[in-house]
T-cell receptor, first 117, second 110 residues
Framework: GAVVSQHPSWVICKSGTSVKIECRSL??????MFWYRQFPKQSLMLMAT?????????EQGVEKDKFLINHASLTLSTLTVTSAHPEDSSFYIC?????????????FGPGTRLTVL | QKEVEQNSGPLSVPEGAIASLNCTYS??????FFWYRQYSGKSPELIMS????GDKEDGRFTAQLNKASQYVSLLIRDSQPSDSATYLC??????????FGQGTELSVKP
């Protein structure tokens, strides 16, 4: 149980284009999903927290107009990187937490590697 | 002071030995603690969670928590080359978020 999928697993795009990444909880309902970014040799950096049916909460320094997050259902959250630039190239990982899981346990998706040319 | 601190390593142990990974945290009111394993190029995988002081064992893995010392550790018995990965310590805060350490790179030599 507690399987989280992400799509696509990797994407290459041109500078200035937008990229959408999907995160799905496959076998549980995720009341909260989290989006992280990880640069090489660094730890995970939380970008935002999204709760189903409400606006995402962004961490300090993360541009909410650039990284659009939608959590339309209990099993799906999307991250759209708008007007992507090479510095946005990174490993984007989502995680999901079920309302029935206590104590902050999060299950991670496989990640999406974004390369902006 | 970082909120969650780990030695970055690399920690090198021979196959069959016990690997000991350590983590300290700064928020005294933290109640949930996790160890994730991350292979290169992959996303983190939850291997242990612990919420109470003491030891928690799962197969070859034992997590140890000491809230008074703000310390959590992970022991891996009978280490295998397949255990070679980066181990991330994560602490849950009251806002429901996980705070990650920088990770410790473990290398198990055959």
């Amino acid at each position: 149980g507690a399987v989280v999928s992400q799509h696509p697993s990797w994407v290459i795009c041109k500078s200035g284009t937008s990229v959408k990444i999907e995160c799905r909880s496959l076998d549980f309902q995720a009341t909260t999903m989290f989006w992280y970014r990880q640069f090489p040799k660094q730890s995970l950096m939380l970008m935002a927290t999204s709760n189903e049916g409400s606006k995402a909460t962004y961490e300090q320094g993360v541009e909410k107009d650039k990284f659009l997050i939608n959590h339309a259902s209990l099993t799906l959250s999307t991250l759209t990187v708008t007007s992507a630039h090479p510095e946005d190239s990174s490993f984007y990982i989502c995680s999901a937490r079920s309302g029935t899981v206590s104590y902050n346990e999060q299950f991670f998706g496989p990640g999406t590697r974004l390369t902006v040319l | 002071q970082k909120e969650v601190e780990q030695n970055s390593g690399p920690l090198s142990v021979p196959e069959g030995a016990i690997a000991s990974l350590n983590c300290t945290y700064s928020d005294r009111v933290s109640q949930s603690f996790f160890w994730y394993r991350q292979y290169s190029g992959k996303s983190p995988e939850l291997i242990m969670s612990i919420y109470s002081n003491g030891d928690k064992e799962d197969g070859r893995f034992t997590a140890q928590l000491n809230k008074a010392s703000q310390y959590v550790s992970l022991l891996i018995r009978d280490s295998q080359p397949s255990d070679s990965a980066t181990y991330l310590c994560a602490v849950g805060n009251q806002g429901g978020k996980l705070i990650f350490g920088q990770g410790t790179e473990l290398s198990v030599k055959p």
